[in-house]
Structure formats: C-alpha cells, structure tokens
C-alpha cells in the first residue's frame, strides 16, 4: 500500500510541476514544446511496452495498456497539429 502511495504523490507532484510550467510557456515556443512532450509520450510507450514484457498482474497490464493508448494519442495528436503550424509556413505558389 506505501508502494501506491508514493507512486500516487510523485503522479501528482509532477502533474502541478508539468502544469505550472507549460502554463507560463511563451507563445513562441509551444511547437518545440510540443515535439519534447511528443518525445516524452514516446518514452512513456517504450516504457509501457517493457511493462508487458514482465510478469504481472493483471491490473499493471490494464495501466500499461491505458498509458500506451494515451500516450500514442497525444503523439499522434503532436504531429497532426504540428504539420498543421509548419504548413502556415510554406509560401503558396502564385497565380498564373
């Protein structure tokens, strides 16, 4: 139960850190921003693939399953809205 706990307080430490500092995050710098936060869901898969490579219970195999899931969201989601704002970059050809 102690196991829980501390993993419950170090979830909810570094949601309010993560919190307060992509609130205070200037506008010019939410696409690099973004393609951190892409890179940590990345790791956060990897690191939920290995969880299903080990012998656990079933309630660790619906966590992993679950952060897999989010995480592959929120990276599919990054890339999506960031070739939205590179394509706002590109110079349209001109009419004829």
Do not use: C
């Amino acid at each position: 139960m102690t196991d829980l706990m501390i993993l419950l307080f170090v979830f909810a430490a570094s949601f309010m850190v993560g919190y307060f500092l992509i609130s205070r995050v200037p506008t010019l710098l939410h696409t690099p921003l973004m393609s951190m936060t892409n890179a940590i869901s990345a790791v956060t898969i990897l690191g939920a693939v290995l969880i299903f490579s080990a012998e656990l219970g079933v309630y660790q195999k619906v966590l992993g399953m679950a952060a897999i899931i989010m995480a592959t969201f929120n990276v599919v989601g990054g890339f999506v809205i960031t070739d939205r704002m590179l394509k706002l970059f590109k110079t349209k050809p001109p009419l004829p």
